[in-house]
C-alpha cells in the first residue's frame, strides 16, 4: 500500500538488516516490481537462508510456474563488500554491522558524492569499527523504541548519544545536519517524542541540528 501511495513501480535492490517479520514480511509484495527485470536481494547469508526458507515457493523447483512468483536474487554479503561496499548506479553503498540483542546485523550507508545518508534499525550496540563507519554522515536514521530502557533497542536517549558521538568528526567539522528517530513503540506521542528531543538538545547544548521523530510519508533530501 504504501508503494502503491508513493507511486513506486521500479527498484534496483532489496537490503534487508535482519529477517523478522516486520522487516521482511513484505516480500512476497515484491512481485509486480519483478515482472520485467529480476531484483538482487542483499544480506547477511544466515538471513538469506531464514528468506529462503520461509519463503521457498519462490525458488522451490515444485512450484508451478507463471505469473505468481516475485524474480528475485538472494546475493549475500561476503567479507570484500563489508570493507569496501557496492555500487548501485552511482551510488555507492556500505554494509554497517550493528547488534540486535544477540543478532548480528546490518545498517546500511548510501553515499553519493559527498552526500552520505545512514540508516540503522532495531539496534542495541554499535562496535568501535561500525562507529567509524558512520561518522561524517549528514543524514542519520536510527532505531529508538522508548524513553526507557530495553534489551534489543536503543532507547531514545542512547540513540542521540550515539548521534552525538558523531555530531562532530575527528577533525572538529560537523558534517551531521539532521537525526530521525524510527522503530518507535505505541508509548508515546509524536509531540512528546518532539519535546524529548528539543529537551535533549538543549540540554546537550547542541544547535544547528535537526532531531525528530520520523512518520509515515516522510521525504528526505539530502
Partial sequence: MQALREGITELDAVLLTHPHADHLHGIDDL?????????PVYGYKWVLTEVANRFDYIWAKRTQQGGGLPHLEIIPIDKKTLRKGMSIGN??????????????????????GEKRFVYITDVSRISFISFLKVMRCNVLVIGALRMSPHAT????????????????????????????????????????????????????????????PAYDTMRIEL
Fill in 91 to 112: 551510488i555507492n553503498i556500505m554494509p554497517i554491522p550493528i547488534v540486535h540483542g544477540k543478532l548480528a546485523i546490518l545498517g546500511w550507508k548510501f553515499k553519493e
Fill in 31 to 39: 512481485r509486480p516490481l519483478t515482472y520485467e527485470k529480476t531484483i
Fill in 153 to 212: 533497542h536503543f532507547s531514545f536517549g542512547e540513540a542521540l548519544h550515539f548521534a552525538k558521538k558523531i555530531y562532530r568528526s575527528p577533525e572538529g567539522k560537523k558534517y551531521l545536519r539532521e537525526v530521525y528517530l524510527t522503530h518507535i513503540c505505541h508509548n508515546h506521542s509524536h509531540k512528546e517524542i518532539e519535546n524529548f528531543c528539543t529537551a535533549w538538545m538543549h540540554k546537550n547544548n547542541i544547535k544547528r541540528l535537526t532531531i525528530s
